[in-house]
């Protein structure tokens, strides 16, 4: 029986596997066609349209290409992959605890969108403007290539994508019990430490640039709470099956 049960398990896992894998491949299919447009979008932008996308080796320009496509066929494809996992787990969960967990995967994608936009709208322009004002403070003569461009664009864009995933994170913790109201009040002040190194981090260290970043992170850190609390609140008066 338990090999059985193996056995199942596996072409279950096997089916999940096939259907994320046709989707990234069809993700990567439109990424592919739509890859050049997004670059021009890209290149037509404030923060790039007086910079020029210099190559360095043959293969910049083809590797660029593939990048975006590759995230494309990604961000597309994590829903999937968050849906195929909760529907591969949904077997061992009681009615009430589905129905309260899917949620999570719209608004995961939702949220990682919204960091996304948010770092790439606000936080780059900001970092790229200080780092350009800093290479002509000191003389240097900027030519940038297209590979180092778009690597300090991900080193902003995906941290923050990340980070305002806080809320899912907290939301999913206080499900399982690992977090209270209590422990998170608890916490805060070492958690405001946390998102102030990060905002420093990925912010021109001047004052404006460190709030403009480091609000944000504080108020989403604050909804946050907010939310584990009243889905804490929301626990204790929802009756247990003994």
Not at 5 to 31: M, N, P, Q
Not at 32 to 44: A, N, Q
Not at 168 to 192: D, H, I, Q
Request: aromatic share 14%; hydrophobic share 55%; glycine share 6%.
């Amino acid at each position: 029986m338990e090999l059985e049960d193996w056995v199942l398990h596996l072409a279950e896992i096997r089916k999940r596997l096939i259907i994320v894998g046709s989707w990234f491949i069809a993700a990567l299919c439109v990424g592919l066609y739509l890859s050049p447009s997004i670059l021009r979008y890209i290149k037509s932008q404030p923060t790039a349209s007086g910079i020029e996308w210099n190559v360095f080796s043959f293969t910049d320009g083809l590797l660029i290409y593939m990048k975006c496509a590759l995230l494309f066929a990604l961000l597309f494809a994590v829903p999937v992959i968050l849906h195929q996992l909760w529907g591969f787990v949904r077997p061992g969960l009681t009615e009430a605890e589905a129905r309260s967990t899917l949620p999570y995967i719209p608004a995961a994608f939702v949220l990682f969108l919204a960091g996304a936009a948010f770092g790439y709208m606000v936080v780059f322009p900001m970092m790229l403007h200080f780092m350009k004002t800093m290479n002509l403070t000191i003389g240097a003569v900027e030519t940038y290539g297209i590979d180092r461009y778009f690597s300090f664009l991900y080193e902003i864009v995906f941290p923050m994508a990340v980070a305002f995933e806080m809320p899912v994170v907290l939301m999913f913790l206080t499900k399982l019990g690992l977090l209270t109201p209590e422990r998170l009040k608890m916490t805060r002040k070492y958690a405001y430490i946390i998102l102030a190194i990060v905002g420093s981090c990925i912010s021109p260290p001047d004052m404006i640039s460190h709030l403009s970043v480091t609000v944000p992170l504080f108020l989403l850190f604050e909804i946050s709470v907010f939310i584990s609390g009243r889905q804490w609140r929301a626990m204790q008066h929802t009756p247990t099956n003994s």
